[in-house]
């Protein structure tokens, strides 16, 4: 069955860095492109970014463009999330999502129990 | 922010028919296709429709979508307590070249 793990969350002071991963199994990771969501607290969802199945692209939200960085290593099944110039807008729990494209259709079909990052001093 | 538009909550009795409607514009709903996910309190996000009006497999068919011009919407037959949960739209934006999620829609069964 497909998993998908997060992990590297915590809390971090404003302006610090961070990184997140995602390990992938029951599944070949690397046919799948993957994307990065986000939820503040008590928030809506936010998509923050994705990458092809083969890291040849990758897309970001205005609000991480130039501070996030989406990355994967197909050797390892494992999804990236860099984050730098973190500020309390990015207090959220991140999910990483499997992304299913059908030719017609895109869709998220499966999704990581998320990893809390909490900025604050 | 968010560029689809849901109501913030929708409500109904055990049994009722509730709507939820999610609208946006040319550069996402009008040009691709619509997913609707369910999120159960304190849990992760899960496809509850894609591609506009298709059930993943285990999803009842209480659950249906569907898509006109630039709005979409989801219905939920036969309401049951364990519907309470957030329900989100979302749809490639070819403009923002990103993917967009609605607002987000509460529903309560009553």
């Known amino acids: 069955q497909v998993q998908l793990v997060e992990s590297g969350g915590g809390v971090v002071q404003p302006g610090r860095s961070l990184r997140l991963s995602c390990v992938a199994s029951?599944?070949?990771?690397?046919?799948?492109?993957m994307h990065w969501v986000r939820q503040a607290p008590g928030k809506g969802l936010e998509w923050v970014a994705d990458?092809?199945?083969?890291?040849?692209?990758?897309y970001y939200a205005d609000s991480v463009k130039g501070r996030f960085t989406i990355s994967r290593d197909n050797s390892k099944n494992t999804l990236y999330l860099q984050m730098t110039s973190l500020g309390a807008g990015d207090t959220a729990i991140y999910y990483c999502?499997?992304?299913?494209?059908?030719?017609?259709?895109?869709?998220?079909?499966?999704w990581g129990l998320g990893t809390l990052v909490t900025v604050s001093s | 922010q968010s560029v689809l538009t849901q109501p913030p909550s929708a409500s109904g009795t055990p049994g009722q028919r509730v709507i939820i409607s999610c609208s946006g514009s040319s550069s996402n709903i009008g040009s691709n296709t619509v997913n609707w996910y369910q999120q159960l309190p304190g849990t992760a996000p899960k496809v509850l429709i894609y591609s506009n009006n298709q059930r993943p497999s285990g999803v009842p068919d209480r659950f249906s979508g569907s898509k006109s011009g630039t709005s979409a919407s989801l219905a939920i037959s036969g309401l049951q307590s364990e519907d309470e949960a957030d329900y989100h739209c979302?749809?490639?934006?070819?403009?923002?070249?990103?993917?967009?999620f609605g607002t987000g829609t509460k529903v309560t069964v009553l």
């Open positions: 029951g599944f070949t990771f690397r046919n799948n492109g």
């Open positions: 990458i092809w199945y083969d890291g040849s692209k990758e």
């Open positions: 979302a749809a490639w934006d070819d403009s923002l070249t990103g993917y967009v």
């Open positions: 999502a499997r992304d299913e494209w059908g030719g017609m259709y895109k869709v998220l079909d499966y």
